[in-house]
């Protein structure tokens, strides 16, 4: 496995990726708006549409983009984010996802109130 540096993205061209059919562009710009935007909420709202997707890849990398929000920005709206990472932990193809994403959000956003 080779190392790719998670570069930055455009709003304008996130918006773009974010309503393509194509699930690798969707995770790409899922990660890089998580990486490098700095607008924790917005981020969380739109990761917390894609754990709703149908397509498995997309749900997965949207629940580990909620844990790296706590992780990179110390803070969450943990009231509306651990009730729906909860619900997703029934799902066999996401649930050890989900309990990574909930053990950093204990970790890096405890200050936060639930």
């Known amino acids: ?3 790719q540096e998670v570069l930055p993205i455009s709003r304008a061209e996130a918006e773009q990726a974010l309503n393509s ?12 708006l998580t990486y490098h935007d700095s607008d924790w909420r ?3 709202n739109i ?3 894609f754990v ?5 890849q997309i749900r997965r990398l949207a629940v580990i983009c909620l844990g790296h ?4 920005h ?3 709206d943990v009231e509306q984010v651990i009730p729906v990472l909860e619900n997703l932990l029934h799902d066999s193809n996401v649930a050890g996802n989900v309990k990574d994403a909930l053990d950093d959000i ?3 956003a405890t200050n936060q109130q639930r």
């Open 106 to 108: 204990q970790m890096f």
């Open 69 to 72: 929000l706590a992780r990179i």
């Open 74 to 76: 110390g803070t969450l």
């Open 52 to 56: 709703k997707s149908k397509d498995t």
């Open 42 to 44: 917005w981020i969380q």
């Open 1 to 3: 496995m080779k190392y």
């Open 47 to 49: 990761c917390l549409n």
């Open 21 to 32: 059919n194509n699930s690798e562009v969707v995770c790409d710009a899922l990660l890089r």
